[in-house]
Nanobody, 124 residues
Framework: QVQLVESGGGLVQPGGSLRLSCAAS????????MGWYRQAPGKQRELVAV???????NYADSVKGRFTISRDNAKNTVYLQMNSLKPEDTAVYYC??????????????????WGQGTQVTVSS
């Protein structure tokens, strides 16, 4: 059973910083890309940042220069360092992972997994 567990959301003032973490749990995992998405009230979910297994990153234009995505492959964990936060960054942030899990019964089975979401609120 694969789970993505996020942590690190909360309330912060404009200009402040937060660090989100997302750990993938489960046995015999092979994780490809990991990323962060966000969904504000009344809006569609959008890509914030993504990182490949080799460390190549891609960011939404709205967060370039302010957010940094990184990962620890040994811990199956992805991070999102968010600096210079703005009120428009307020949203539920979701972790995503493209991964495969091995079992003796099914071999390698791939899938796209999501975390439960963590609220980030930027307000004075």
């Amino acid at each position: 059973q694969v789970q993505l567990v996020e942590s690190g959301g909360g309330l912060v003032q404009p200009g402040g910083s937060l660090r989100l973490s997302c750990a993938a749990s489960g046995s015999h995992l092979s994780i490809n890309a990991m990323g962060w998405y966000r969904q504000a009230p009344g809006k569609q979910r959008e890509l914030v940042a993504v990182i490949s297994s080799g460390g190549t990153t891609n960011y939404a234009d709205s967060v370039k220069g302010r957010f940094t995505i990184s990962r620890d492959n040994a811990k199956n964990t992805v991070y999102l360092q968010m600096n210079s936060l703005k009120p428009e960054d307020t949203a539920v942030y979701y972790c995503n992972a493209d991964l495969a899990q091995y079992s003796s019964m099914t071999g390698w089975m791939g899938g796209d997994y999501w975390g439960q979401g963590t609220q980030v609120t930027v307000s004075s």
